[in-house]
């Protein structure tokens, strides 16, 4: 539970600061590049931002803040749990107040796994998201998948947090959404 | 041929692990001696002329390297050996070479013919027996030069073990750079031994578990360069990349039929992996599994009549083997842990694999059967093994311990001479060339 939020903030962070370019209302200096990343060997310390507006509705802000775009898997797995269906929940229903947007559901996998083994595992992880979205009213159509594999993690660590971390299936909102 | 019969002996011990009476009656010691790498004096090869005499240095300096690579041979000192031979063709001081205790002496000759072409001469000579063992004679283009050098290290190997070399090879992997949540990762080709290398795609798109293919200057990969991601060919005498068929969903897990001509492979349909087999002229293309499990990492025998692959459909990733028609089917592991990353060594004899187990992952080898297996590696990570094209040394993606890079190391099948391969930068996912022609 304690992972699950920090973690949360940290995707809201991470959409702040995407979502800034074109929001007055926000003052932001700078998007830290690829060449400023922590070494592996540090842990992520999540930066807590105080959200002083509400973001705008339809928008990918509004999706990760009010649905979560990341629900999380055990080892080697692809069921859902029932903190995963209550975010695909909130994400089913933020999707079809803005029938418009598109998804790209993106499975991921944690670095102890073999790299081929992983793809396909990723693609499961992925398709199941799918599936339930279907069974909630979202219109396939509307979603498409891929799997990452190992090769997106999102924590760069190598302990039992950040794998867990690295096991999920990524909702990113690809169009539609209003800015 | 002594010699010969003695490394013959010391890689039968390494690969079989016989105590040492069972050759008692050969009069070799196999229980010293002879497990050491046989000592060979490498003289720089002469020339008449300085630019020849260069050449000559650069030569000889190749082939030690992948000779004392192998770990079958230790090449003794230069500034050690007596006799320093003018003319090769005239029989050496063999007392000389018995002096510094030198099994063997290759000795060569640059001759710059043109400017379009030099020409090399070797002699390898028996120094115990006395006896000239054989002579080549090689030309290419002056800047081809490294070429003979593997390709006399590849005789070397050859008329000493009585197995084909590897040195006149090249390994395709995947050159890493940049933080590990933002890793760019390219296709590139190198020299066996780390020279020459090349960067075939730019790193704006990943790409990952390319494979050479057996008969042509081509290899398949997965690529992320389109909003699928594909299994692609990619001809490198021409540069051209193209995506491999049209399928429905994403495809990766390629591999090369042994002959070439086609290329197996997964494919996503609805979040299932299942293998397919391609037809690479027809583009005709045949599904050869059929279940709700994961079915990924097929690789052919290398007489093209079977396939083994990764599946989880008994719960958790193990090896199957299947008839290429997708029959006769059956689980060839049994062993306590994870398998997956199967690929059928090209002497048939033997699969590899990686084994996660107990929070280890190691490179492992048995039989097709499931019998005799053995763990040749252990690390944080050791995966994706590539085969040497004579069966005898494994290439494999490393991590030594957390958060260290991933890097390119190989191992012979025999369990010793673990090394780390020279590649610019971090670098996974190597695939072994065949023989080049």
Not at chain 1, 89 to 100: D, G, V
Not at chain 2, 30 to 48: C, D, M, N, V, Y
Not at chain 2, 53 to 71: K, N, P, T
Not at chain 2, 213 to 231: C, D, E, F, M
């Amino acid at each position: 539970m304690k992972i699950k939020l920090l973690k949360s903030l940290g995707f809201a962070a991470v959409f702040v600061v995407s979502a800034c370019a074109s929001d007055p209302q926000v003052t932001q200096t700078s998007t830290p590049g690829p060449t400023q990343q922590q070494p592996s060997s540090r842990p992520v310390t999540p930066v807590q931002t105080t959200q002083t507006y509400a973001p705008r509705p339809g928008s990918i802000e509004e999706f990760s803040t009010s649905a979560g775009d990341r629900i999380y898997f055990g080892y080697d797995s692809y069921t859902l749990s029932a903190q995963a269906r209550a975010t695909l929940s909130k994400q089913a229903a933020w999707m079809n107040s803005y029938p418009r947007v598109r998804v790209l559901l993106a499975g991921n996998c944690d670095e102890r796994g073999t790299r081929e083994y992983n793809l396909a595992l990723g693609a499961r992880r992925a398709n199941s998201v799918k599936d339930y979205l279907v069974n909630l009213g979202v219109d396939p159509s509307r979603m498409t998948t891929i799997s990452y594999g190992k090769e997106r993690p999102i924590d760069p660590r190598s302990m039992g947090e950040a794998w867990s971390i690295n096991r999920n299936t990524h909702t990113a909102i690809v169009s539609g959404a209003s800015s | 041929m002594n010699l010969k019969r003695a490394l013959l002996l010391a890689m039968m011990v390494f690969a079989t692990g016989f105590a040492a009476p069972a050759f008692a009656s050969l009069e070799i010691d196999i229980t010293r001696g002879h497990l050491e790498p046989t000592p060979l004096a490498i003289p720089s090869f002469t020339g008449s002329s300085e630019p020849e005499r260069e050449i000559g240095r650069q030569i000889a300096g190749v082939i030690r390297a992948d000779l004392e690579r192998s770990g079958l041979f230790k090449v003794l000192d230069p500034a050690s050996y007596i006799e320093h031979q003018a003319n090769i063709d005239l029989q050496p001081r063999f007392a000389e070479w018995r002096v510094i205790r030198a099994d063997a002496l290759l000795a060569g000759r640059v001759v710059i013919e043109n400017e379009n072409r030099v020409r090399v001469d070797m002699r390898l000579w028996d120094v115990f027996a006395e006896t000239h063992l054989f002579g080549q004679q090689m030309g290419t283009t002056p800047e081809n030069w490294r070429r003979i050098a593997h390709k006399i290290a590849d005789s070397i190997y050859q008329k000493l073990t009585g197995e084909s070399g590897y040195f006149d090879t090249r390994v395709v992997f995947i050159a890493e750079s940049g933080p590990k949540i933002n890793r760019t990762k390219r296709l590139a080709i190198m020299d066996q031994d780390g020279a020459n290398p090349t960067f075939l795609t730019p790193g704006s798109y990943t790409v990952l578990t390319p494979r050479f293919s057996p008969t042509a200057q081509q290899i398949t990969y997965l690529s992320y360069s389109s909003i699928v991601p594909s299994v692609f060919l990619f001809n490198i005498e021409t540069g051209r990349q193209e995506v491999l068929g049209d399928f429905p969903g994403m495809t990766f897990a390629p591999r090369f039929s042994p002959d070439g001509k086609k290329v197996i492979m997964s494919l996503v349909q609805r979040g299932n992996s299942e293998i397919w087999l391609m037809d690479l002229r027809t583009r005709r293309r045949v599904r050869l599994t059929n279940s709700p499990a994961i079915d990924t990492s097929p690789s052919f025998s290398p007489d093209g009549s079977k396939i083994v692959f990764n599946s989880d459909r008994g719960g958790s990733p193990q090896l199957y083997i299947m008839n290429v028609d997708g029959s006769a089917l059956r689980r060839i592991t049994f062993g306590k842990g994870r398998y997956s990353a199967p690929v059928w060594s090209p002497r048939g004899d033997l699969i590899a694999f990686t084994k996660h187990y107990q929070g280890k992952f190691h490179i492992g080898v048995m039989r097709p059967d499931g019998e005799g297996e053995r763990t040749l590696t252990t690390a944080y990570l050791d995966e994706g093994p590539t085969w040497s094209p004579n069966g005898r040394v494994l290439m494999f993606t490393r991590e030594t311990r957390p958060g260290a890079g991933p890097h390119v190391w190989s191992i012979d099948l025999t369990g010793a001479n673990l090394r780390r391969v020279t590649t610019p930068g971090d670098s996974s996912d190597p695939a072994w060339s065949p023989l080049i022609e």
